[in-house]
């Protein structure tokens, strides 16, 4: 899930939506959406102190909700479970732990504060019920709060991690504790586990090898192979999570978001076909689960980003009938009453379906859609420069600097300190500005400037901080790459293409354009060889291409 989405902005967001917010303050309100039980999350449990079977099994729901990143159906399972035993201290930790802090929600409001101090304090008060290691993680747990709650939290966050260290330490072979051990390290610099070089930070490579000690012990944990996935994926050496994704695709079918999370793996490594087929799998889960728990708030989120990252991949491997379709499923995903309430959280998202028709050279249609809402001012940015890029494509040169000019008006709209993650949003559409500067200068064959706008556009592409999808969908070293054949410099779009390959890992465009430079410099072996893999990554596109980008039709 893209970085905006996992900072400050879903803790605004839960404020937001007032008229469907999950209940906080007291879980068994009468109006609030009850729980459920839920046949498909799997097996997984951990056993507590309880006389109620059913207690035990909505708990155990519960755990699975919260491995999953729901925390409000994971409330509302442990609040039912609080419900059935009275007298168990446990399923209240639940309910401190899930109004807590989390990877993805790490900001805490007045009202989780309070929801989470109320919750611990319910579980402190059943403590002579609990077990030696329930009283440890329920001690350890209530490290965390304080009343009055300050807002600078970091140093209950460390004091947290510290006591689940300790606990860690107390049980070792409990891998629920040593999931959460690695959570309350993480939680601590959600999304900063590596620098902008992918290299580990902080307490990063601890947080690994007690994902990696869990995993060894209980290979089938849900809650352990999610956050390990999170703990590698911006590394230089994702391959490790291959087998945790593999694992994760199947072991609670009915939530969506662990459905879809083997995909940060897939892409990270080259497995796009894999990363379709996951989210593909993730989006029907969602629409089960909607169907049945249709009041939420961040998961319409999370549903938007299954459809966002399935988007992306298949893009990326020339599927493109898929991939407007979950361009399109990502508008419809969200009511229509909510949406100008969620819109400035997912603004740069819904961008999706210009992308694809840009990506596939859908001009005309790109220029018929039209002009999304008013308070979506980043896609509308966008919105005008996919359409200079399509004018530009059309040789409409005029249109296509009026568009540009649009463009550059929609985006001194928005102000500069607004971020998405980690970037400044002003900064990601410096790469629109450079790209249709580029665009423009191509189809007019101005090569050398085409290239020079291109080239600086890549640089701060490169730039941007991790995200999955990444920042911008269609990488300009495609363009760029096939400037350079037009422009007759073979050996420059080997490179081009080479460095974007060690980005995107077999993108049947770059695998193409590679092929092409190749045959142009009569390396014909490795050409054929390169050919091989072109094929085998495009092998269930929509339709054969001969070009990295769509506007220069054929390299």
Known sequence: MQRLARTVVVASLLGALTACQTVRSDHLEVDAPKAQLFNNLGPYGHRITTSSPEAQRYFDQG????????????????????????AAPMPWWGIALCEGPNYND????????????????????????????????????????????????????????????????????????????????????????????????????????????VMAMSPNHPGANHLYIHAV??????????????????????????????????????????????????????????????????????????????????????????????????????????????????????????????RFGRWDDLLAEPAPPEYLPVTTAVWHAHRAIAYAAKKDIANAQREHEAFRQARANIPEDAYWGDDATYRILEVSDLFISGEIALQQEQWDTAIDYLERGAEVEDSLSYGEPPQWLQPIRHTLGAVYLAAGRPADAERTFREDLTKWRENGWSLYGLTRALEEQGKTAEAATVRARYEAAWAKADEP????????PEI
């Open 106 to 213: 790490p900001q805490m409001t007045d009202e989780r504060s309070g929801a989470a101090w109320a919750a611990i304090r319910e579980a402190q008060s059943r403590i002579d019920n609990a077990s030696p290691k329930e009283r440890a993680l329920i001690d350890a747990l209530a490290q965390r709060y304080r009343n009055p709650w300050p807002k600078n939290r970091e140093h209950l966050e460390q004091t947290y991690a510290d006591a689940m260290g300790k606990v860690w330490a107390a049980y070792p072979n409990d891998p629920d504790i040593g999931t959460l051990y690695a959570e309350a390290m993480m939680v601590q610099r959600p999304w900063k586990l590596y620098d902008i070089d992918r290299q580990p930070t902080g307490d990063t490579p601890t947080i690994v090898a007690t994902l990696e000690r």
């Open 63 to 86: 755990l699975n909700w919260m491995f999953a990143f729901n925390h409000d159906e994971a409330i509302r399972s442990f609040a039912r479970a609080a419900e059935l035993d009275p």
């Open 233 to 358: 994926e911006p590394s230089t050496n994702p391959d490790r999570g291959i087998a945790a994704a593999n694992r994760l695709g199947s072991l609670v079918p009915g939530a969506g978001h662990l459905d879809h999370m083997p995909s940060h793996i897939y892409v990270q490594t080259g497995m796009w076909d894999q990363s379709v087929a996951q989210n593909t799998i993730a989006m029907h889960a969602d629409d089960a689960y909607l169907a049945r728990s249709p009041e939420q708030t961040i998961q319409h989120m999370y549903m938007v980003h299954n459809a966002h990252m399935l988007a992306f991949s298949a893009m990326m491997v020339g599927r493109e009938s898929e991939a407007m379709h979950a361009a399109r499923a990502m508008w419809t995903n969200i009511p229509d009453e909510m949406m100008p309430a969620v819109g400035a959280y997912i603004d740069l998202w819904m961008t999706s379906v210009y992308d694809v028709q840009k």
């Open 545 to 552: 291409t001969e070009t990295s980008c769509e506007c220069i």
